[in-house]
């Protein structure tokens, strides 16, 4: 159904905004002139690809699917869908080319008819012809500014999304070669086929280094910078402060724990004596471990599981570094994940390795020099 009655200035511009703002008064003026209400039912064609027209339309209501015949002819494809506020046939009256894709009315749907022929009927009807067609111009190239645009995040995306997985695939195979390696020795050790003391600090170094070198050849093909490590100023004051009074809590707490343990003839080590240079070693040995534990693994952790709270990751990378310690014992793994666990909440509040550092440090030295580890 056709509704021949002309449309005023102000209905145009509610019916089509972004359009008529690049057409001058009496341009609008001349459009809604010539302008009919047309009623369209569900399904209803509107242009057929192929054919030769220019009638331009504009959307009122409803909703409208725009289509192209497939590469083999034998059918067509649903491109995009547009509605209230936007044009369609505009490129025809643009070019004079024959319709490059069909339009079928989705929902029922109310639209504006224009006959370029009636517009330039009009007195200086073709310089108004000019003018629409520099407007739909001006229109059309903002809209494929904004396609492009669109198509460029799409793609950023894409490529986001595809380095994200390779770095997933790396850090899965990290992972599991850490696991391996933490059984091989385990294994080693357990059925005695190498002669080592587990509580001297070669030992220590040397298993270090064995987990470190996968560690830091996985981070660097990944691309971690030193920050995102952990490794940064940011939060440092706040980091060392807060860790160093948690280091002397757990300090009290080992060396309590450890007594009710020798009371019970059930501590899991031996008591080392304290030795300085060691404990500096130890140091060092400390801050490698939470820059992979916590650095690397936990943050890994919650960027590729989607950990927003992080605790999945904390327990994840804890029980990881626990499987490390298997050697020295059931009761130093658990003990290992717990304090591993207070380790990754320490590290989730300033995402920097100092403080964690600390309070691992002193940790350390008080399990070793009290026999729990």
Known sequence: MIDMSPLSRADLKEIVPNLTSFMPEKLIDAVGAVSHE?????????????????????????????YRSTPNGEGEMRVAEIGPGQPFGEMALLDGEPRAASVRAETAGLLLEIAPEALRAQPEGEVKFQELKGALATFVTRRMRTTTQEHVEALERELALKSEQEQF???????????????????????????????????????????????????????????????????????LSEGAVISGALYALTWMIAAGLRYFDMLPGRALPFDLLGTLSYFLHSALQEIIARGFLQSSFQRFLGDANGLWSVLLASTLFGMFHL???????????????????????????????????????AAFNTGLI
């Not at 059931?330 to 909440?345: E, N, S, W």
């Open 38 to 66: 047309l009623t369209v039912a569900p399904g209803q064609t509107l242009i057929t690809e192929g054919e030769t027209s220019n009638t331009l339309y504009l959307i009122r209501e409803g909703t409208f699917g725009i």
């Open 169 to 239: 695939g790396r850090f899965f195979i990290y992972s599991l070669t850490m696991m391996s390696i933490g059984t091989l020795v385990n294994n080693a050790l357990a059925r005695k086929e190498v002669d080592v003391d587990i509580y001297t600090q070669i030992f220590a170094w040397q298993y270090l280094a064995i987990l470190l070198v996968p560690s830091f050849l996985v981070i660097r093909h990944m691309g971690i910078s030193i920050q995102s490590l952990g490794l940064t100023t940011k939060g440092l004051k706040r980091s």
């Open 327 to 365: 050697h020295f014992g059931i009761a130093a793994v658990v003990m290992t994940i717990a304090t591993g666990c207070v380790f990754g909440l320490i590290y989730m509040r300033h995402q920097n390795v100092a403080g964690v550092t600390l309070v691992h440090y002193v940790m350390g030295v």
